[in-house]
């Protein structure tokens, strides 16, 4: 079973995203804050993060620095979930090491597409 | 001895002198009875002597010198004054007409002859018209002078009025009586002792003669505060000498409306700034609610789906369909806010053509099939792909579509795509064909406007916001295109929109310029009138500051360049198109357009794109006065062997010259240790800022080479400590980055660092290349120095 983190601070988008991912059989492990997601992806090592960019403590463009920098987590796939289709955001998500960006709100679709680019569809 | 002979000669003497005497004499005895007369009496009344002597003086020439005045004059006058001097008699005479005269009279005693008088008429005929001449034009100059509305005061040289124009007393509600023959500063108790007043009369008009518009605020007792406007001028006014025109002019209304026209306008930006922050930070707010219903319905429906609750399924749609509805009319308010208000950015990437139209199709079929429509998509062989925002062309293609869906009932809907050769670069034009309902003339005219439907009821029929049309028109004008259209009512429209196959980077300058409101149903001719740019050397520098101009004009030419110079950004680019130099100097502090505006926009033009552009700023040196720094330059062509030169500039007096490299990424800095050793550099390497900090307090480097995004202390706050650290601050910086940075990084880095190299999108080649191509131009600023 494919490990996702979630790394999201509002509730609402949290609850929704990760009942259907996990209604499509993904493990789904939540973060509230940058903080939190950065050690749980240090412990868990999950298959992929889910990044929202604005977060409390510790931003998403700094938790994906960090993640990116650090050997342990380097090689994690991330996705950037940002607000709205701004290029500044589109190009920070790339230049901070995201390997890639969607926008909020979230096309299921589209994303879960995304997602198998990066680790492999679901068998 | 005979007294009669020398008596004789006396008289003879006097008469010699009564003849050259030029002047008409008339010698009268008492009984006003003529005894003899000088030639010039004969000469001017044209009479002979015959007619003259022994003649009653009234009685000569048929009485024409019987005149009223003189009559008084001899017969009341001389017999007690025995004198009068300068009686002025105008009169006709019949020979020579209407003359002035001015008579003097004498009563004499002459020896043995009894008492004479002699008359001498002087003829001022001549003196009086031109008196009477001048007086006439100083008349018409002051009546002229008085008609000014204007306060006019003149003065003397030594600042003592003349006279004042009507208006002037008027005005400062004074007399001629109160003002004329009086010093200035006297004037009205003093109320014009103004020292600024002062050292204009006493300084500048003497010198120069001549002052413009110097305006003057000042509390005056009668009037109260004012700002005048004064001008003087120093002229020669014939025989009144120097003057000095003071001209005063009450602008204080203007000033208080121009002031209150700034705030109004101040105001209403603030406004506009405000309604752009609250629609955007409202659409956000809108947009989080609506998500979790957009989210939660979809996810409802999935679950409903599972489990065959059909009818739910059904509700589910709706709620989802219109949540979306929403959604996407709270990203058109925000985008057109975002244009508004300058913030809206393009995100150019390249991308096929083909999957976009399969994209957008696929989005919009659902619609299109809603009112019984059929969608027909055509493209071009060629088509290919193209350089663009493509969020903005779906978006836009998406627009047009649903438009033509919405007003478009058991038609045909087209939309066609090809490649264009135009203006000699290439475009791509997309057409949307309908065969709905179409636009009157009048109706296409408001079509692309903001907020506004072609009229109020089809917004009641159609629904709609009417922001569709005019965020994709704002979308491909930001793009270098536009969207246009044809249409005829009842029959369909043809919606066309022509972008540039490759768009460019905007410049700010044209982004902010949507004034520009003229009707798009005509496409704008281009004009193609650029003339062949001539060869040239030059270099062009653009500065606002007169004397960095010179500064840097000088010190160019002593090397042996042409130089021209522009004193604004605008006047830069126009010089730039027309000379093509060889560099460019740029200073980034201008007002109006600045430095970063400027580079933008000669990147922008073809012909210029190649230009090195050095950027300076304006550093305080106390010792050396002025000093530049270059800050960016962004350039093609290449010279590798430029480079040992360049780094012997760079005071590297003893090999090898140490660099340091701050990169997180070991390829990056091994590639660049071994491109710098072999140009005999000492290089030593840094993984963030921290660390590079640390490793320059031990190891002073004369060069640095700058990561942006590193972990840690990242490359912008790094920049920010060497430049606060003072004998590190002249270290040039140069930033290597894999990104285009953003107005505001760069702002951030103002200052900071010399240069900015990309990492991406090209070779490592040429990358490296660029890199000793940096050192060669950061050297420029160098030789400024020495």
């Given amino acids: 079973m494919r490990r996702i983190l979630l790394v999201e601070d509002n509730e609402m988008n949290r609850d929704m995203l990760s009942r259907r991912l996990q209604r499509r059989g993904y493990d789904v492990m939540i973060a509230v804050d940058g903080q939190e997601g950065v050690r749980m992806a240090q412990e868990e090592s999950p298959d992929l993060i889910l990044m929202d960019m604005s977060l409390p403590l510790i931003d998403g463009w700094e938790a994906t620095r960090t993640l990116k920098t650090a050997v342990e987590t380097k090689m994690i796939p991330i996705i950037a979930l940002t607000a709205h289709a701004m290029s500044t955001d589109r190009d920070k998500a790339l230049a901070a090491g995201c390997d890639d960006y969607d926008t909020k709100p979230i096309e299921l679709t589209r994303l879960l597409g995304k997602m198998d680019a990066l680790i492999g569809a679901l068998s | 001895m005979d007294q009669q002979p020398f008596v004789e000669d006396i008289e003879t003497y006097a008469q010699d002198i009564v003849d050259t005497v030029r002047e008409p004499l008339l010698m009268l005895d008492t009984n006003l009875r003529v005894q003899s007369a000088n030639r010039a009496f004969y000469e001017t009344f044209h009479v002979s002597v015959a007619e003259t002597e022994d003649q009653l003086i009234y009685e000569l020439g048929n009485g024409q010198w019987d005149i009223p005045d003189l009559r008084t004059l001899l017969e009341d006058v001389i017999p007690t004054s025995s004198v009068f001097n300068d009686f002025e008699l105008e009169h006709t005479f019949p020979n020579i007409g209407r003359r002035v005269m001015l008579l003097n009279g004498r009563k004499l005693r002459a020896g043995s002859h009894s008492a004479i008088i002699v008359l001498a008429m002087e003829d001022v005929t001549e003196r009086r018209r031109s008196e009477a001449d001048l007086r006439a034009i100083e008349t018409y100059a002051q009546d002229i002078v008085d008609t000014v509305r204007e306060p006019l005061l003149i003065l003397d040289t030594t600042l003592r009025v003349q006279s004042g124009n009507r208006a002037f007393y008027r005005t400062f509600r004074v007399s001629p009586g109160e003002t004329e023959n009086r010093l200035i500063y006297e004037l009205g108790n003093g109320q014009w002792d103004i020292p600024a007043l002062r050292t204009l009369l006493e300084d500048i008009v003497p010198t120069s003669s ?211 050769r135009m203006d000699g670069s290439e475009w791509i034009v997309f057409r949307v064909v309908d065969t709905g309902i179409g636009l009157s003339a009048e109706k296409l005219l408001r079509l692309f406007q903001d907020f506004t439907q072609a009229d109020a009821s089809t917004t009641r029929k159609f629904g709609g916001t009417g922001l569709g049309l005019a965020l994709t028109r704002r979308f491909c004008q930001m793009m270098g295109g536009d969207v246009t259209v044809r249409s005829v009512p009842g029959e369909g429209s043809t919606f066309t929109i022509k972008l540039p196959a490759i768009v460019k980077e905007p410049d700010v300058e044209r982004q902010d310029d949507h004034d520009d409101e003229r009707a798009p149903i005509v496409s704008t001719d281009r004009r193609d009138d650029d ?3 001539a060869p040239s050397t030059c270099v062009l520098v653009i500065d606002d500051n007169a004397a960095q101009r010179d500064l840097m004009r000088r010190f160019l030419v002593k090397e042996g360049y042409c130089v021209r110079c522009a004193a604004s950004g605008e006047e830069g680019l126009r010089l730039a198109k027309e000379m093509i130099p060889i560099a460019i100097t740029l200073d980034v502090m201008m007002p109006e357009m600045d430095g970063w505006t400027v580079l933008r926009s000669l990147q922008s033009e073809k012909l210029l794109s190649d230009v090195p552009v050095i950027m300076l700023t304006m550093v305080d040196d106390p010792e050396r006065g002025l000093n530049f720094g270059a800050k960016e330059y962004l350039t093609k062509p290449v010279n590798r062997r430029r480079l040992s030169r360049i780094l012997k500039r760079y005071s590297c007096a003893t090999q090898p010259c140490p660099v340091l490299v701050v990169d997180d990424d070991a390829a990056v800095r091994a590639s660049m240790r071994t491109m710098l050793e072999k140009n005999e550099c000492r290089v030593t390497e840094a993984e963030n800022g921290e660390k590079a900090l640390a490793l320059m307090e031990t190891d002073r480097p004369t060069l640095i080479f700058l990561d942006l995004w590193m972990e840690g202390m990242d490359g912008f706050a790094f920049a920010d400590q060497v430049r606060t650290h003072p004998e590190w601050r002249s270290i040039p910086i140069i930033v290597v980055t894999a990104h285009d940075l953003t107005a505001g990084e760069r702002k951030q880095l103002n200052g900071n660092v010399e240069m900015i190299l990309k990492k991406s999108g090209q070779s490592r080649e040429e990358f490296l290349a660029q890199i000793i191509d940096a050192l060669d131009n950061c050297a420029v600023p160098r030789l400024v120095a020495v």
Avoid: W
């Avoid at chain 2, 709620?319 to 150019?348: H, Y």
């Avoid at chain 2, 919009?364 to 663009?388: C, Q």
């Fill in chain 2, 210 to 420: 001549v002052f413009n518009d110097f305006e003057l605020e000042h509390d005056f007792p009668t009037l109260g505060r004012r700002v005048m406007l004064l001008n003087a001028r120093k002229l020669q006014a014939g025989h009144h000498g120097e003057l000095v025109v003071l001209a005063m002019e009450d602008v204080t209304e203007r000033r208080r409306a121009e002031e209150e026209a700034a705030k109004a306008k101040e105001a209403s930006e603030i406004a506009n700034r405000t309604k752009s922050m609250f629609l955007a930070n409202m659409s956000h707010e809108l947009r989080t609610p609506l998500n979790a219903i957009v989210g939660y319905s979809e996810m409802l429906h999935e679950e409903a789906e599972e489990q065959g609750l059909d009818s739910f399924c059904v509700d589910l749609e709706k709620i989802n369909g219109s949540g979306r509805q929403l959604l996407a009319l709270i990203n058109d308010i925000l985008d057109l806010s975002k244009i508004e208000a300058g913030k809206m950015e393009l995100f150019l990437e390249s991308f096929d053509l083909s999957a976009l139209i399969d994209e957008v199709a696929a989005t919009i079929n659902p619609m299109v099939k809603k009112n019984a429509n059929v969608l027909k998509i055509e493209r071009s062989t060629d088509l290919g792909g193209m350089r663009a925002d493509q969020v903005k062309v779906r978006q836009a293609l998406y627009n047009l579509l649903s438009n033509a869906a919405k007003f478009t009932h058991e038609g045909t809907i087209t939309l066609d795509a090809e490649r264009q």
């Fill in chain 2, 531 to 533: 003339p062949a740019p």
